[in-house]
Nanobody
Framework: QVQLVESGGGLVQVGGSLRLSCAASGVTFNTYRMAWFRQAPGKEREFVAAIRWNIGTTAYSDSVKGRFAISKVNAKNTVDLRMNSLKPEDTAVYYC?????????????????WGQGTQVTVSS
């Protein structure tokens, strides 16, 4: 059983930066990919970024490409999401997720484990 705990959310002004962290514990050697999703009020959960657990390749949604960066700290079993040039439309609850199979990278329902979420609010 994998446990995921997010941290680092908060309130930031437009154009500012935040770093989110996701600490993974439990059995992680079966993990294939970890990802960040977000959900704004009244909207569906959407894919933000993902990283292959073993080889570190990354992928991003078009809405955050060039502004966000996902990375993995092996020694700590932690996945970070660095967010720069934040916009009001980035306001959402951000969730960390992990899965044990390939494919369907951006589909939330294919992920096995989820964190509790952390709120990010970008004020204009």
């Amino acid at each position: 059983q994998v446990q995921l705990v997010e941290s680092g959310g908060g309130l930031v002004q437009v154009g500012g930066s935040l770093r989110l962290s996701c600490a993974a514990s439990g059995v992680t050697f079966n993990t294939y990919r970890m990802a960040w999703f977000r959900q704004a009020p009244g909207k569906e959960r959407e894919f933000v970024a993902a990283i292959r657990w073993n080889i570190g390749t990354t992928a991003y949604s078009d809405s955050v490409k060039g502004r966000f960066a996902i990375s993995k700290v092996n020694a700590k079993n932690t996945v970070d999401l660095r967010m720069n040039s934040l916009k009001p439309e980035d306001t959402a609850v951000y969730y960390c997720a992990s899965k044990e199979e390939a494919g369907a990278m951006a589909v939330a329902s294919t992920y096995h484990y989820w964190g509790q979420g952390t709120q990010v609010t970008v004020s204009s």
